[in-house]
């Protein structure tokens, strides 16, 4: 038997987990797979011959599907996020791929797509309708590449490599993707490859043989044994030795590892994210680095603002501090618009760990009620600004973020978005006019705006 035989390919094919099914040139479903019927609910008999807009009703289905993208530029379309409507009605979240099916002379003659169920992955909407995932915290349109690949990545299972500056949040990223893969049952296993000396390095990852060396009197198992079905995460990898690197490679090659004093390599099924404060590429161009590696972790990169680049998130990351201390005892009401400023002014060069750290201090001054400037670190307090044009420029720039996102807190109820910037609601209105600031036609109750 071939897997060009009809029956053949149906069987292997209703054996896969992703949903599959193929259309003809008018976009008539011509095969439904057994996991297709299983994620929407539809018997595939119920399904032939019909056209797939009307059995899918896409989110892309009226801005050029995936199908009709493959087909009319003649290119695949790769792990797009989408929602299709299941046979009851209900929105289902997927991850799609199409491409052209061709005949013996090459001529097009359909489509074929595949898609994947993302109903699990447990990202949740919070109160302002934003699409969160676990640990992260950020609404800016710096992070939206995150938050739109993060759950693709998850159920890829592929090589991820982290970039971003310390303090980022490269380790969150990571137990995010772990959290939302099918590996989540499993361990994640962290590995700060900077901290361990090269020399111990090579043991905690692969382990060793009793009497491989001096003081290896038992055997050891490695990280990578360890995170068995699960995931590693190799945090600093730029630190890592080039000899060591010629062993990682191997690994991520053939998964297997080799301990030290062993004479058989050992299999292991992981999911390997890397991460690294540092530009790797500029390292592989000076040969600190080496370029198949680089290439063997870097299947897919996920880069990670830093704060200063994301200063929109500031507001929401400093309440979400602040509830975090509220739930451990402590009764903050919020800060004042003069620390929020200060906090908007700052370049934060350890990104959001020197944002939690400030807070952390906050919270330690003033256990209850509003934190003060006079709360903050010493060092972090001072003159804001000078009178220069440009200086001024930027606070104007500061009050008009602080008043739109104190609005979108408070759903557009102008009255609680003054009572959190402690300002009366007058006075927002006059600023708000003042920086051009449209405020909405409703207050977050049910009477229009008044002038």
């Known amino acids: ?80 996020a989408i929602y299709i409507t299941n046979s009851v009605g209900e929105r289902l979240p997927v991850c799609i791929s199409a491409g052209a099916l061709r005949d013996s002379d090459g001529v097009i003659v359909g489509g074929v797509e ?4 993302l109903t699990h992955i447990e990202m ?106 699960g995931t590693i995460m190799l945090d600093e990898i730029g630190d890592v030795s080039p000899a060591l690197q010629v062993r990682l490679l191997r690994v991520l090659q053939e998964r297997v590892v080799e301990p030290l004093g062993g004479t058989r390599p050992v299999p292991v099924d992981v999911q390997v994210i890397s991460a690294t404060n540092k530009n790797l590429s500029e390292l592989v161009a000076e040969g600190l680095f080496r370029k198949d590696l680089y290439y063997r972790i870097n299947v897919v990169k996920i880069s990670i603002p830093p704060l200063r680049d994301r200063r929109d998130d500031i507001p929401l990351l400093v309440d979400t501090m602040i509830q975090r201390a509220n739930d451990n005892g402590r009764e903050i009401e919020g800060v004042t618009p003069e620390v929020m ?13 020197e944002l939690k750290n400030i807070i952390e201090h906050a919270v330690v001054l003033c256990p209850k009620g509003v934190i003060k400037p006079e709360h903050l670190p010493p060092e972090l307090v001072g003159p804001v600004c000078d009178d220069s044009p440009e200086c001024l420029d930027v606070i104007k720039s500061l009050h008009k973020s602080m008043i739109l996102a104190a609005l979108e807190r408070a759903d557009g109820n102008r009255r609680a978005a003054a009572e959190a910037l402690s300002i009366h609601p007058t006075t927002l209105w006059r600023r708000a006019r003042r920086l051009g600031i449209e405020l909405p036609d409703v207050d977050g109750r049910s009477n229009p705006r008044r002038h």
Do not use: W
């Not at 060009?4 to 099914?21: K, M, R, Y």
């Open 114 to 117: 595949t898609f994947r169920d």
């Open 124 to 229: 949740i909407k919070n109160d302002s309708g934003r699409m969160v995932l676990p640990h992260i915290v950020g609404k800016s349109p710096a992070m939206s590449r995150v938050f739109n690949l993060v759950p693709i990545v998850a159920e890829s299972d592929t090589t991820v490599l982290i970039e971003g500056e310390s303090g980022t949040g490269k380790e969150l990223v990571a137990r995010a993707v772990h959290e939302l893969s099918p590996r989540r049952d499993k361990p994640l296993v962290v590995v700060n490859c900077g901290s361990i000396p090269d020399t111990l390095l090579e043991s905690e990852l692969f382990g060793h043989k009793a009497g491989a060396f001096t003081d290896a009197r038992r055997d050891r198992v490695g990280r990578f044994e360890l995170a068995e079905g």
């Open 1 to 80: 038997m071939k897997l060009s035989d009809p029956f053949v390919a149906e069987a292997v094919l209703d054996c896969v987990a992703d949903g599959v099914f193929t259309v003809d040139r008018n976009f008539r479903i011509t095969y439904f797979n057994r996991a297709a019927e299983e994620i929407l609910g539809f018997d595939r008999q119920d399904v032939i011959g019909r056209s797939c807009r009307d059995v899918f009703k896409s989110s892309l289905c009226d801005q050029g599907c995936g199908l009709e993208r493959a087909l009319d530029h003649d290119r695949p379309v790769m792990m797009r």
């Open 341 to 353: 400023e200060i906090m908007m002014s700052h370049s934060y060069p350890g990104n959001v760990r």
